[in-house]
């Protein structure tokens, strides 16, 4: 059986744990928090240089870092990777956004506001900096999302999996998205698919 190491309170660790749920498939839970240091410590180093969760430990033994690839890796062959190769193409460019233009600002914000080992780089600047970064790429989603129910083809995929974490508690990050109707729908679509879980889920293993 397949581990997930990772911090329960992490949208990024929220992505594969609910991939899994929503497939069906039994994986352990093992919690390790930057919070206390032990994704710094040497034996986590040795998982991973990284030293960031979410962390696969297949059950060979093999290590498997960074969120969106966990998942490219759990949805190989699964209904949520398109057989399609531009749809595909597609999928990635949406997870390729969520990294690089939705969590820096989005989670990143989010982590300012809640954590309070973050109090001393949560500077006014910074705040203004991620609330208009989050927005920008809200618009983005908004845009696609005001006329579709899914990010790409009319199908759930691992861009919707990606991106519902931070977006699903983007107001604990001061985000309000009452000016995303599109997102809004989309955002209670997720629950409604089978085998659902929320975030505070973790596996009875």
Known sequence: MITIHGM????????????????????????????DGETSSEAFRRKTPIGKVPLLETEDGRFLPESNAIL???GDGTRFVPQDAFERAQMLAWMFFEQYSHEPSIAVRRSLLVYPEMADVATPERLAATL??????L???????????????????L???????????????GFDLAAYPGIRAWLARIP??????????????
């Open 192 to 205: 409604a698919l089978g085998n659902y879980r929320p975030r505070s889920w973790l596996p009875d293993l």
């Open 72 to 74: 490219a890796y759990l």
């Open 139 to 157: 618009a983005v989603m908004e845009e696609r999302l005001a006329g579709h129910d899914w990010l790409i083809r009319d199908a759930p995929s």
């Open 159 to 173: 861009a919707d999996i990606a991106l519902y974490p931070y977006t699903h508690v983007a107001d604990e990050g």
């Open 8 to 35: 329960a309170d992490s949208g990024n660790c929220y992505k594969p744990r609910l991939l899994m749920a929503l497939l069906g498939r039994p994986f352990r839970h093992s919690e390790v928090s930057w919070l």
């Open 132 to 137: 208009a970064g989050g927005h920008k790429a």
